[in-house]
């Protein structure tokens, strides 16, 4: 087993990853930034586009308006604060580190060339990686992270497997938790394949509870034609056109004709159940053939004109898709989580949008939360090493470790189930019966469903390096599905993104209240606590 030594590990190199480690750079700390794959690729930060802040026509009060309006009660209002306030300092920062941002609508985009055809996030993305290869932050991509070290209760580090198979051991003095959410944990979403929770599951197995998992947000218009990559379709040109099969318009049915881009702002969930539900009767088709020339040269639709696919000639098969989690690890003003040692950004963290998220929330979280996470980080040490608690016996942990690494490699004999199968399996169960719209029978057939996929996941054995790797995904897919069908069944009302088509309405006498998911030997316990004073 290799040992690493550092003050400080980031997990993930999304927005909040990077940004976190930069900060807790500037403490003169010796930072390790991980990530599952090469930094910056494979997050859903390389997708992103735009940033809500406050700006010369968007005020901070009306930034706090749009997302107290979209968390309906929910909103964790002393993170709200903060978003807002320190929204616009957060986007100078990105200034600072190369990225060029120019203020548009109700916050900033980055300038770039009308003509540009690269995702603004993948440029992002790139010129942080520039910055951080020019700091004394040491990188290992490649590094998937399967436990986080607590001892004392205090987190010490974390453990994982190299890309390579080779088990790791980071021993540090402060973790920061930006894994990014958990889309791809169902069949339609538009998030990177691997973008499965881990963070999640790290937080339960450490002991912490998560908090509002049951609300998933959709994007509804999402690329559905197989064989082409689930891309968000954005934009929203003049003679856009939603079919169902017979040719007839879905948008007029729905009292939304020409008016498509609206819908997507404002009305994006009654949006997206609808769609899912007309997808239940037959397919859905998005129709660009009456767009002009002109829009077809500028993002997002110079995009899709590059592809071969007959775009422009053509109704394309679209669907609603999983696009965020606003539920997730519970923080304080600083990004400091209930465990000492352990900080969270990002996606992973809930608390800012509550019961539903505004468009263009996520990355200006990511970029708050990432910088006072990263501070804060460095403070804690500070402080620590002026009253430094009781250290464990290395060798004790090293030797606790390489058993651990034993028990995941360890082969058993049985049925053998393809790992590739079962996720497939897992992700249509949890939107088919998790997904937009939700009922109580619908729920328990996939409790029941799940129950029977867990026990063909456990009897999956690592034969080869990549069913390490998979026999991990499925297990925290599976409580995290488990949990958002459990917190579902106890939520009996419609909130934000959450729908029930049994209890349509909002029931704020009932359930105006947080949902709080816990992992007590081995299983999920789901209650409900009063929404915290902000
Ligand atoms: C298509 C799309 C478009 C979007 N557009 C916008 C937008 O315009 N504006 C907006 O505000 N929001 C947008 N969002 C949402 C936003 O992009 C995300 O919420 C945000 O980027 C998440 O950033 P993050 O840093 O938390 O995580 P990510 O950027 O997702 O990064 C997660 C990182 O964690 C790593 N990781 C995960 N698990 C492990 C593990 N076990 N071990 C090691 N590393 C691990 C991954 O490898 C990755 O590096 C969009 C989302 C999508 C999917």
Redesign the pocket.
């Given at each position: 087993m290799e040992e690493i030594f550092t003050d400080i590990l980031v997990?993930?190199?999304?927005?909040?990853?990077i940004l976190s480690a930069l900060e807790a750079e500037k403490s003169g700390l010796n930072i390790l930034l991980?990530?599952?794959?090469a930094?910056?690729?494979?997050?859903?930060?390389?997708?992103?586009?735009?940033?809500?802040a406050a700006n010369s026509r968007f005020s901070r009060e009306d930034h706090f308006r749009v997302t107290m309006e979209a968390g309906k009660g929910l909103n964790q209002l002393n993170l709200v604060k903060v978003l807002v306030e320190k929204g616009p300092e957060a986007i100078n920062r990105l200034n600072d580190y190369g990225i060029p941002m120019v203020e548009r609508g109700m916050g900033y985009v980055m300038n770039r060339p009308e003509d540009s055809f690269q995702m603004p996030?993948v440029l992002w993305m790139k010129r942080l990686h520039e910055r951080l290869k020019t700091s004394s932050i040491k990188l290992l991509p490649g590094?998937?992270?399967?436990d986080l070290v607590v001892e004392e209760g205090q987190v010490l580090g974390a453990f994982?497997f190299f890309r390579d198979g080779k088990p790791y051991l980071v021993r540090s003095k402060a973790v920061i938790l930006?894994?990014?959410?958990a889309?791809a944990i169902y069949q339609r979403n538009?998030?990177?394949k691997?973008?499965?929770g881990?963070?999640y599951t790290?937080a339960l197995q450490a002991g912490l509870p998560l908090v509002d998992l049951e609300f998933v947000q959709c994007?509804p218009l999402v690329l559905a034609e197989p064989r082409l990559s689930s891309?968000?379709l954005l934009g929203h040109p003049k003679g856009e056109r939603l079919l169902n099969e017979k040719g007839e318009d879905l948008a007029e049915a729905l009292g939304i004709a020409g008016n498509i881009h609206h819908a997507v702002m404002a009305e994006r969930d009654r949006l997206s159940i609808f769609l899912y539900e007309a997808a239940q009767r037959g397919d859905v088709y998005y129709d660009l053939t009456g767009v002009s020339e002109e829009a077809w040269n500028r993002f997002p639709l110079n995009f899709l004109k590059k592809s071969k696919f007959p775009f422009r000639e053509r109704p394309f098969l679209i669907s609603p898709a999983v696009?965020?989690f606003m539920g997730g690890v519970e923080i304080d003003e600083k990004g400091m989580t209930a465990l000492p040692g352990l900080f969270a950004?990002?996606?992973?963290v809930w608390g800012v949008h509550g019961a539903n998220r505004h468009?263009?929330?996520?990355?200006?979280?990511?970029a708050v939360f990432?910088i006072l996470a990263g501070q804060s980080a460095g403070e804690y040490l500070r402080q620590r090493q002026v009253s430094q608690g009781p250290l464990v016996n290395p060798e004790v942990l090293s030797r606790r470790w390489e058993r651990k690494t034993k028990a995941y490699l360890r082969k058993k004999r049985g049925v053998f189930d393809q790992p590739r199968d079962l996720l497939k399996e897992l992700r249509s169960l949890a939107w088919k019966h998790a997904g937009p719209a939700r009922e109580e029978s619908s729920l328990k057939e996939g409790l029941d469903a799940l129950a029977v996929l867990e026990k063909r996941i456990q009897r999956v054995y690592p034969a080869t390096r990549s069913d390490l790797f998979r026999k991990r995904d499925l297990e925290s897919a599976a409580l995290l599905i488990k949990s958002i069908l459990k917190g579902s069944l106890l939520r009996k009302e419609s909130r934000g993104s959450f729908y029930r088509k049994d209890y349509p309405d909002k029931d704020d006498q009932n359930y105006l209240k947080n949902t709080c998911y816990r992992l007590e030997k081995g299983d999920i316990e789901v209650t409900h606590r009063p929404i915290p004073k902000g």
């Open positions: 997990i993930g190199s999304g927005l909040a990853g991980v990530s599952k794959f930094i910056g690729m494979g997050t859903n930060t390389s997708m992103a586009s735009t940033f809500t996030g590094l998937t992270i399967f994982g930006a894994t990014g959410g889309g538009d998030n990177q691997s973008i499965l881990d963070g790290l994007y891309v968000i696009h965020f950004a990002g996606e992973v468009g263009g929330n996520a990355v200006t979280e990511c990432g």
